[in-house]
């Protein structure tokens, strides 16, 4: 698979072919990738959203007025859910929202993610991730030719402190190391950034079956 590879300085960039790295054909890994990010949603979830009922409000447990005679509707307790300060009726309760994402599903759909951004042309290889001096200013002017608008996302093995002191303060640039990469942040940000080294990593996960 062939995709854009940037000098250091992004100045310069060609097209490259990456060994290794899988091209997905057709629909291949579309489920896996919508059930990773679903469950990755779900599992965010706290669960914690409680009403009480009418067994949990406080409130006398007689009979608010004879059953006839009144002209009015019979009420049998306060506590009833038609009346202001009753129980709530059918209100959510503490649950676990967690879905469990077999390892085979997350690799696929981290596949499927880089697959899509390399067809996109939003996935690319950069020599190295460093700078010379950490200036936020002068990086920042280098990020605005290569990459117009939408977010940034670096990944790289380890990263070098000036470029971390140098892009840390610029709001669309993340960075993530290449062993926690997943297909939520692939598919989240704009354009992805991969270190020549860190590249090879990933598609050592991608193929290492007991990962």
Known sequence: MKLNFYSSDFSSHSESDIPGLISLDGDRGVSALKQYLVALEA??????????????????????Y????????????????????????????????????????????????????????????????????????????????????GSILFVDDSFNANFVLASRNIERVFMIDSNSLNAFDVVRHGNVIISDNAIKTVISRLTDREE
């Open 43 to 64: 599992n965010l979830r706290q669960g914690n959203a409680c009403t009480k009922d009418r067994g949990d409000v406080s409130g006398t447990g007689k009979k608010p």
């Open 66 to 149: 004879r059953q006839k005679g009144t002209g009015m509707a019979r009420q049998g307790s306060k506590r009833s859910p038609i009346w202001a300060g009753g129980g709530v009726v059918f209100g959510p309760k503490p649950r676990d929202y967690s879905q469990k994402i077999n390892k085979r599903v997350k690799r696929l759909a981290l596949m499927r993610a880089l697959s899509d951004k390399a067809s996109e042309g939003t996935l690319s290889v950069v020599d190295r991730l460093t700078c010379d001096e950490p200036k936020t200013k002068k990086f920042n002017i280098l990020l605005e030719k290569a990459f117009q608008g």
